[in-house]
């Protein structure tokens, strides 16, 4: 197991590397970057798509002793658009900002925001209590729910039982995050019914001044409804996926035999099927962690006022702020690759009978 796990974590390093190098080589051919993002702040106009588009022509850009690279700089000196490049790395190569990039990575140094004037780390870190309680309280919950809701439907599969859930959580699944997300606003939280839970943020003004008890029920009460809103979606994929694992095991011949010598239903499903049947869902745990732990809902988070990953992600995508950019990619790139690690190792702890290292490849 060893040898497996020292070539799962050297494979981390292409793998790593390959994703930043595709999103580095993306962003290359993205109109409007840093640069003309402060030209566009200096020449009064926070668009800066609008002075790419009808800014003027090239020739106009020169004559007003801009530089014609940037048709956002009319009138602005050349020697101030050179700083700018220097200041922000632009008067290299491409490959060398990308390998200088990689380079300060491997040291865990992100660099500083180009317009918050602020480390990566240090945004990362001040984002991440939203990014957690919405990612670990939606997982929690979908796993609490969805196994023995799966388990349940495997059981009586074919039941009226079955055939109802089964259409609560497909209609779940379809219905659209954002348009749960405002349902439950209205009817919970002071629209046109009843006014239970909070509107928005993650604390209320006086957390400060509550007790402890106060403060952990106070946190609740606030991440309630984003917590389902965000978990309502994964409910459908979980639970069926641990419905048709079970199927899949209690057909199985062992199974017929454990019942012919005498053992009751639970043990023979929480004893035997249980181990074999929830492989297949926790293949599935990385991306399910990564997707709700890090992804960050712009949308859940911008409609119940919470500032998390999500919009730190969308606002450094519309700014086109590099570190902040690649930054976050590079960690939770690198958190995502760890994950699917410790998925491998989990798969062992449940059933101690795989072995990877003698699996075929």
Do not use: C
């Amino acid at each position: 197991m060893g040898a497996y796990i020292l070539r799962r974590i050297l494979l981390v390093i292409p793998t790593l590397f390959g994703i930043m190098v595709i999103n580095f080589a993306l962003v290359q051919f993205v109109p409007g970057g840093p640069i003309e993002q402060v030209l566009a702040r200096l020449e009064g106009s926070g668009d800066v798509f609008a002075n790419i588009a009808g800014g003027g022509d090239a020739g106009a850009t020169e004559e007003a002793g801009g530089d014609e690279r940037y048709l956002g700089a009319r009138g602005l000196p050349p020697e101030f658009i050179a700083e700018l490049e220097h200041e922000f790395g632009f008067d290299k190569p491409p490959v060398e900002r990308f390998l200088d990039m990689m380079w300060n990575y491997l040291h865990f140094d992100f660099g500083e925001s180009y317009f918050r004037s602020v480390s990566v780390v240090d945004l990362v870190i001040e984002k991440m209590p939203v990014s957690i309680s919405l990612g670990l309280w939606s997982t929690l919950l979908a796993y609490l729910v969805s196994i023995p809701l799966g388990i349940r439907k495997a059981v009586r599969d074919g039941t009226p039982f079955d055939t109802w859930t089964s259409g609560a959580i497909i209609v779940g699944y379809a219905i659209p995050g954002f348009l749960f997300a405002i349902l439950l606003l209205v009817l919970f939280a002071g629209g046109s019914y009843w006014k239970i839970f909070p509107l928005r943020g993650l604390t209320s003004d006086n957390w400060e001044e509550l007790s402890l008890i106060g403060k952990v029920l106070d946190y609740l009460w606030h991440i309630t409804l984003p917590v389902i809103a965000s978990t309502i979606s994964s409910f459908a994929t979980l639970t069926l996926l641990t419905k048709n694992s079970f199927l899949d095991e209690i057909k199985k011949q062992y199974v017929l035999t454990a019942k012919a010598k005498g053992l009751s239903e639970r043990r023979v499903l929480y004893g035997h099927v249980f181990r074999n049947a929830m492989l297949i869902v926790i293949a599935g745990f990385p991306a399910v962690f990564v997707s709700v732990f890090f992804g960050g809902s712009l949308i859940i988070e911008t409609i119940f006022s919470l500032d998390g990953l999500g919009r730190l992600g969308y606002e450094a995508a519309v700014a086109r702020d590099y570190p902040v950019i690649f930054g976050t990619l590079f960690i939770f790139g690198l958190l995502g690759l760890v994950v699917g690690i410790i998925s491998d190792l989990t798969y062992v702890w449940v059933d101690p009978r795989i072995d990877f290292e003698t699996r075929e490849t």
